[in-house]
């Protein structure tokens, strides 16, 4: 297995006799889409900062890609690109001064790479135009083009879909799977939307109270869950038959209520349950399969009231 391309090592954050984060251990892979999750006040922005050395941390390590936050800043440090709240733009300018800007403050940048986070960002028609008139998507992908000019390998963003519209949203999602999946880049995101981290992320932390309670697999969900619940809509005429042919050939009890019938089942074996059905005549009328989404996950995990 690959190197971690970020470790958190009982990293601890102490403000007065409080102690706001409290132990967080876990590695984040190249390549990743890692999601914080969490209540306001849960610690996700205070573990951010310490991740990039804009606070002291009170205990515990980050290690990038190897280099310790601690004892080896600038060597750490140099393999992150950050947007922490808002990218800080200048209105005045175009996006590309903005840019060019930015790439005097670290040497090695050249005008080649400037092109090319502008096109891996989708801004190449738009580039030129003064950043005040841009949307509020087209500035967070701007401050993500910033971020990535210096070619990190870890990517930290902080709410970057916050006040965008769905389309603005879906963009910046597209933009952050692109990275992580072509650019092998890992991408540390923190967020309060459920639905868009569920899309966005590989795996999710989810932090209350300044601790780690789980850590939620995303795109493996088979392995999480390996029942659904399906749901046939059917006429009550049909129901014993497909009761009787569920029971027969897959060992399942269907439970009938109304024009539904309800029952577990294994992911893989829906296709022959439905050509089972339609070759034995069962008039079906719709089809559903209901699973947990992260929202209930999320809630089952903090509980419903978190304000404590």
């Known amino acids: 297995m690959a190197e971690p391309a970020m470790q958190l090592i009982g990293l601890k954050k102490q403000i007065g006799s409080k102690l706001i984060v409290k132990g967080l251990d876990f590695d984040i892979q190249p390549g990743e889409v890692f999601g914080f999750l969490g209540p306001n006040g849960a610690g996700k922005t205070t573990t951010i900062r310490m991740m990039v050395g804009l606070i002291r941390i009170s205990e515990g390590d980050v290690r990038i890609q190897g280099k310790s936050i601690k004892t080896d800043y600038k060597e750490a440090i140099r393999h992150v690109g950050a947007i922490v709240e808002n990218p800080e733009l200048y209105g005045f300018m175009s996006g590309y001064k ?43 992908r701007l401050g993500i083009a910033q971020a990535l000019l210096h070619n990190p390998s870890i990517l930290i963003l902080d709410e970057p879909t916050n006040g965008l519209d769905p389309s603005g949203i879906r963009e910046i999602r597209q933009y952050i799977r692109r ?11 923190s967020s309060h939307l459920l639905s868009e981290m569920e899309l966005m992320c590989d795996r999710i932390g989810i932090l209350k109270n300044g601790e780690l309670i789980s850590i939620q697999q995303i795109q493996n969900t088979e392995e999480d869950a390996p029942t659904e619940v399906v749901q046939i809509d059917c006429p009550p005429s049909y129901h014993e038959k497909a009761q009787r042919l569920l029971q027969e050939r897959f060992g399942v009890t269907a439970m009938a209520s109304g024009e539904k019938l309800t029952f577990p089942i294994t992911r893989g074996e829906i296709p022959s349950i439905i050509k089972e059905l339609a070759v034995a005549d069962i008039e079906m009328h719709g089809f559903a399969v209901e699973r947990k989404t992260l929202e209930d996950k999320f809630l089952h995990v903090i509980g419903e009231n978190v304000i404590e």
């Not at 986070?117 to 030129?128: A, N, P, Q, S, Y």
């Open 98 to 140: 903005n840019l060019l800007v930015f790439s005097r403050m670290i040497p090695g940048i050249s005008r080649e790479r400037i092109d090319e986070v502008v096109k891996l960002v989708g801004l190449e028609k738009r580039i030129h135009q003064k950043v005040k008139r841009y949307s509020l998507g087209m500035r967070q």
């Open 179 to 189: 990275l992580a999946e072509q650019e092998n880049v890992a991408v540390i995101v």
